[in-house]
């Protein structure tokens, strides 16, 4: 029987790049990771989409946009104002929304401001960390070049579907 594991408020690894903490990840299971996410005023990840990873949003606090469809009409601009098939919307969620993405599921989250929003996010399988350590050290490195994000993106099954707006971080 192995033990698991105990953490203490504000424990874990700091991604600084990412704006994130990793609580759970690969080094621990290769089922799923786990992150306590700041959000900043204005950041917005942009739809997109994993053919194999799953993931779970929760908000801890503040308030994020939240889209999990597939809309009738991919538009490359604003997800926002995506509509689904059957008349489902973004959700401007709170404290205590949770949004599951399934594999294949068109996604995005933002924070329309007025403060910062804090997260709990989960990613099947485990490796999300390997991203954005990645991302992180590719943005170190200077003005990274759209391709080589788009690279790297697609290496981690992340197929972009809008823009990625970083915003600020809090």
Wanted: with cysteine; net charge negative.
């Amino acid at each position: 029987m192995t033990d698991g594991l105990l953490l203490s408020p504000g424990a874990g690894r700091r991604i600084e790049a990412a704006g994130m903490t990793l609580k759970v990840g690969v080094e621990h299971t290769p089922r799923w990771s786990m992150f306590e996410a700041g959000i900043g005023v204005g950041f917005d990840v942009g739809a997109h989409l994993h053919q194999e990873a799953e993931e779970v949003f929760y908000v801890l606090e503040g308030e994020l946009d939240l889209l999990a469809f597939e809309p009738l009409k991919r538009t490359g601009g604003d997800w926002q104002t995506w509509e689904s098939r059957e008349g489902a919307k973004v959700l401007r969620g709170g404290a205590g929304s949770a949004m599951y993405v399934p594999a294949g599921c068109p996604h995005a989250f933002a924070n329309p401001g007025p403060a910062p929003a804090r997260l709990l996010f989960l990613v099947a399988p485990a490796g999300h960390e390997d991203y954005l350590r990645e991302m992180g050290e590719l943005i170190g490195s200077g003005a990274p070049s759209a391709d080589a994000v788009a690279a790297l993106r697609l290496r981690y099954d992340i197929e972009q579907l809008t823009p990625l707006l970083p915003g600020r971080r809090p």
